[in-house]
């Protein structure tokens, strides 16, 4: 089992910056890929970037050039830069790890963006 701790979130202007962290303890050998996805009020649950564990990005359009995604293998801690926040990032972002039996979720936690 793979726990996961998210934390970073909060409030913030539009056009501000936040970084969000998820560690993960337990059977950390098992995680291939890091991700966060995010799900805002009566939407679904989107994926907003991921990485491998040989450093392999992929990002969701909406959030390509402002969001940039990080791990630190030897610490199993994945971050989230996101920059220039606009008020529709608003949501409660997920860190989610994946990999042969591995497929775990933290509790999430709430980025607000006000105009």
């Known amino acids: 089992q793979v726990q996961l701790v998210e934390s970073g979130g909060g409030l913030v202007q539009a056009g501000g910056s936040l970084r969000l962290s998820c560690e993960a303890s337990?059977?950390?050998?098992?995680?291939?890929?890091m991700a966060w996805y995010r799900q805002a009020p009566g939407k679904q649950r989107e994926l907003v970037a991921l990485?491998?564990?040989?450093?392999?990005?992929t990002y969701a359009l909406s959030v390509k050039g402002r969001f940039t995604i990080s791990r630190v293998n030897a610490k199993s801690t994945v971050y989230l830069q996101m920059n220039s926040l606009k008020p529709e990032d608003t949501a409660r972002y997920y860190c989610?790890?994946?990999?042969?039996?591995?497929?775990?979720w933290g509790q999430g936690t709430q980025v607000t963006v006000s105009s």
């Open positions: 989610n790890a994946l990999g042969g039996a591995t497929n775990s």
């Open positions: 990485i491998t564990n040989v450093g392999i990005t």
């Open positions: 337990g059977s950390i050998f098992s995680i291939n890929t």
